[in-house]
């Protein structure tokens, strides 16, 4: 086995075991294998090795994976910062986006994406920590926000990605996990049909796990350590 083949192994029995623990089906999780900076050849290894779904953070280095890849039939994930004047080649070259945080980017994205294509897989991505730097929605805006999205025609809205800050204890980890599931439970009782919970990744999937994920983002324990992140 090469090593992103053993490693890919040994998160799927991470992710297999947390399931086990905490009472999940483990077929309700599935893994996105974060390949940023990683180059197409590491991904058709993974690809070989059988992941399927991967996620990229960078518009350019992902849409040049995307093209060289295009006959594995992969599903390609962009869960980075999101501008505006990159909208249309996310809209043309991705499946899903996690990372939409604003109207105005679903919109965007929504009258690029084009009609020979299936609707774009969207979450909203939400700052569950509250800290001013960091991008997604806040809390108080984010019902609104959704709403206003789920009637977009090429988007389909899938649910809800964070990315909390990072913390080392296991309860600590859970408790923001537990605001984001918290908040997608309340859009479902608004009437929003929602299935994606997308939290968790190398040092925390376990508690995201717990809490509800439904697609943890996992990168470094796939690949090993990044370079520049
Ligand atoms: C890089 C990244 C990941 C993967 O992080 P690891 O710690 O390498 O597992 C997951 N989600 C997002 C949004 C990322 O940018």
């Not at 060289?68 to 070259?93: C, D, M, R, Y």
């Not at 084009?114 to 929605?137: F, I, R």
């Not at 990315?163 to 408790?175: G, L, N, T, W, Y």
């Not at 996992?218 to 690949?223: P, Q, R, S, Y």
Request: net charge positive; with cysteine; hydrophobic share 45%.
């Amino acid at each position: 086995m090469t090593t992103i083949s053993a490693n890919l192994q040994a998160v799927l029995a991470r992710i297999f075991a947390a399931a086990r623990k905490y009472g999940r089906n483990p077929d309700d999780i599935s893994l996105l294998a974060v390949s940023k900076t990683w180059p197409a050849s590491v991904v058709r290894e993974a690809a070989v090795a059988g992941q399927q779904a991967f996620g990229e953070n960078y518009v350019q280095e992902g849409a040049a994976k995307i093209a060289e890849l295009g006959s594995l039939g992969l599903v390609w994930h962009f869960i980075g910062p999101l501008q505006s004047n990159k909208a249309k080649q996310v809209a043309t070259a991705f499946d899903w986006v996690h990372s939409v945080d604003r109207l105005k980017i679903a919109e965007r994205l929504s009258e690029q994406r084009p009609d020979s294509l299936a609707p774009l897989q969207v979450c909203l991505q939400v700052n569950v920590s509250g800290e001013k730097s960091k991008s997604g929605t806040l809390m108080d805006d984010l019902s609104s926000l959704a709403h206003r999205v789920a009637l977009l025609p090429r988007l389909k809205l899938r649910g809800l990605m964070a990315i909390p800050a990072p913390v080392e204890d296991f309860a600590q980890q859970r408790k923001s996990f537990r605001r984001l599931r918290e908040a997608f439970e309340r859009l479902k009782e608004s009437g929003l049909l929602l299935d994606t919970l997308s939290m968790g990744m190398s040092h925390d999937l376990e508690a995201a796990v717990a809490e509800g994920a439904s697609i943890v983002r996992v990168g470094t324990a796939i690949f090993g350590a990044r370079s520049k992140s």
